[in-house]
C-alpha cells in the first residue's frame, strides 16, 4: 500500500511539472502568436502538424480495437470496449486543438463549415472529423448507458444494436479520415516523398499499432483488477501489438528501399536525409531500436504483462519520432535548385528543429490529454470498480 501511494505520488509530481511546462508554453502561444516556433516559410510543417497526425493515429486506432467487440464481437476484448472509446475521444480532442494552434488565425477555423472548399481532401477530412466526434460522443452514452443496472432487458438489447450499428458506420469512417491524413501528404505533387500511394497506408497501419499500443500500455498499467481475465487481454493485445509492429515495419521497408534500390528522383535526397541527415538518430535509434526491435524483443522474450506494458510504452512514446520522419523531411529539399542561397533570411531557411517553445505546447496538450483521461477513468464507468476485494 506504501509503496502505490509513493508511485502515485511520483506522477502526480510529474503531471504538475509537465503541466506547468506545458501551460507556459500555451500562454505565450495565445500571446505571442507563433514568434518562438522553429519553422520557417520554406518549412512552414513542425512538430504540431506531427503531433497532429500522432494524436489522430492514436485515436483511430484506440477506436478500431473498440469496433472489434462493438462490430466482430470479440469477446475477448470486450472488458476495455468503453475504455477504448473514452481513449479515442480524448486523443481526438487532442489532434483537434494541436492543429488549431498551428493555425495562422485559430479564429476563423468555423470557416471550414460555413464555407466549405469541397475540391479540398483538408475540407473534407474537417467534415470527416466532425462526424466521427459526434459518432464517438453517441457510442459512448450507448456503451456506458447499456451496462447501467436495473435496465430493462429489451432496452439493453436495443443499445447494442446501434452500437453496432455506429461502430460499423464509425470503421469506414475512421479508415477514411485517417487515410484521408496521408492522402493530404500524397496530393502534393511538389514533394515526391509524399507523393505515394504507400503514404495513406502507412498512416493507417501506423494509427492502428500506436493505438492498439496505447491500449496495452493503459490496461497494464491502470486496469483495477489483476486477475486472470486481465493477463488474457494483456496477452492479446500484446499480440496484436507484435502483429501490427511486424506489418508496418514491412511497409515501410516496402515505401523506402526501393527508391533507396534504384537512387532517382527527388524522393532519394528526402530519405538520405531521413536515414543519414542530422537527425539520424530519430529513424535509426528513436524508430527503430526503441520502437521496433526492443518492443519485439520484450513481446517475444519477456511473455509477462510487464514485457507488454514496457513494449507498448515504447511503440507510443517514440511513434511521435514517426510522425516528425512523416512531415520534416519531405520538406528540406529546395524545389528549385539554388534556392536556399538565393535569399537569405533567418526565416527562409530549410533547417528545422522543434524549439523549446513548441516542445512546451506539446507537452501541455499532453498534460491536458492526461487530465482528461484520469476524469474519465475516475467518475465514468468505464472499467469495473473494485471495492474491498469485490468487483463492482
Known sequence: MTRNRSLTAVLWVVWLAAAAFGGIGLVERLTMGHALANYTSYVPWGLWVAAYIYFIGLSAGSFLLSSLVYVFGVKRLEGIAKLSLY?????????????????????????VYTRPNFH???????WLY??????????????????RSGRAEIAVRRDRTWLRILGSIGV?????FHGGVGALFGTVLARELWHSPMYPILFLSGALLSGGALMAGIVALFWPRRDEGWRDTLRLLGNIVLGLILLDTLFEWAEYSIAMWYGVGAAVGQLRYM????????????HVLFGVVVPIGLLLGWRKPAGAALASALVVVTFIGVRLDQVIPGLVTPELAGLETAYLSHRLSFNYLPSLFEWQVFVGVVALGVALFYLGYRFLPLVPRVRKGVQA
Do not use: C, K, N, Q
Not at 481513449?87 to 470557416?111: C, K, N, P, Q, S
Not at 466532425?130 to 451496462?147: G, M
Not at 536515414?275 to 528513436?286: A, E, R, T
Open 130 to 147: 466532425t462526424a466521427y466526434f459526434f459518432l464517438l460522443i453517441a457510442e459512448l452514452v450507448l456503451a456506458t448507458r447499456s451496462e
Open 275 to 286: 536515414l543519414f541527415g542530422p537527425y539520424w538518430y530519430v529513424f535509426w535509434i528513436v
Open 172 to 176: 469506414p469512417l475512421a479508415i477514411a
Open 120 to 126: 479540398s481532401m483538408m475540407a473534407w477530412m474537417v
Open 87 to 111: 481513449v479515442a475521444v480524448v486523443t481526438l480532442v487532442l489532434a483537434l486543438l494541436t492543429i488549431l494552434f498551428d493555425l495562422g488565425h485559430m479564429a476563423r477555423f468555423y470557416e
